[in-house]
T-cell receptor, first 115, second 112 residues
Framework: ETGVTQTPRHLVMGMTNKKSLKCEQH?????MYWYKQSAKKPLELMFV???????ENNSVPSRFSPECPNSSHLFLHLHTLQPEDSALYLC??????????????FGPGTRLTVT | DAKTTQPPSMDCAEGRAANLPCNHS???????VYWYRQIHSQGPQYIIH???NNETNEMASLIITEDRKSSTLILPHATLRDTAVYYC?????????????FGGGTRLMVKP
């Protein structure tokens, strides 16, 4: 148990559906992240939020829409996805500023399948 | 941030030390070496990090060469639960947004 929870753990959706992934951190951190992990590929950073403000969008298609209503919650809204978007979506949090230590704590991920 | 190179896979016998190498020959003076691991079907887990001195915690030891161009993560007594993909990441404190760039990592298989 890392203090970062994600729901749902598994999701199957059609290409015309709209769904949302939820992440919650119980660590008092002020930065949150979305990563994508496709089969046989390294983790890819998607979005970064520092103090609820988006500071990084790593060229992610607009069919992925993040939302950070407060420093403890992060959402990823999904619409009109493609089959190649099927992947493990991981949420993480960390403390900023971090001094010499900036470890990120990851949730268990949401396994998304787009049919 | 500097790029890292790791062997794609390694085996280790249970109870023996696992030594995982990482090459980061282009590392600069303000960049730290971080290690994470990812057990199957779980999110990555922070292990340890260092700048130039060797570091040890309850999980592992990190040995950084004097020229800082390479490092070794040591799991002193590997168990079956240490089977995972281990990622070596070089990161600057000036890295805006606290971004971590993951490579392919080393898949460590601990065998009975």
């Amino acid at each position: 148990e890392t203090g970062v929870t994600q729901t749902p753990r598994h999701l199957v959706m059609g290409m015309t559906n709209k769904k949302s992934l939820k992440c919650e951190q119980h660590l008092g951190h002020n930065a949150m992240y979305w990563y994508k992990q496709s089969a046989k590929k390294p983790l890819e950073l998607m979005f970064v939020y520092n103090f609820k403000e988006q500071t990084e969008n790593n060229s992610v298609p607009s069919r992925f829409s993040p939302e950070c209503p407060n420093s403890s919650h992060l959402f990823l809204h999904l619409h009109t996805l493609q089959p190649e978007d099927s992947a493990l979506y991981l949420c993480a949090s960390s403390q900023v500023p971090h001094g010499t230590s900036s470890e990120q704590y990851f949730g268990p991920g949401t396994r998304l399948t787009v049919t | 941030d500097a790029k890292t190179t790791q062997p794609p896979s390694m085996d280790c016998a249970e109870g023996r030390a696992a030594n995982l190498p990482c090459n980061h020959s282009t590392i600069s003076g303000n960049e730290y070496v971080y290690w994470y691991r990812q057990i199957h079907s779980q999110g990555p887990q922070y292990i340890i990090h260092g700048l130039k001195n060797n570091e040890t915690n309850e999980m592992a030891s990190l040995i950084i060469t004097e020229d800082r161009k390479s490092s070794t993560l040591i799991l002193p007594h590997a168990t079956l639960r240490d089977t995972a993909v281990y990622y070596c990441i070089v990161r600057s404190l000036n890295n805006a947004g606290n971004m971590l760039t993951f490579g392919g990592g080393t898949r460590l298989m601990v065998k009975p």
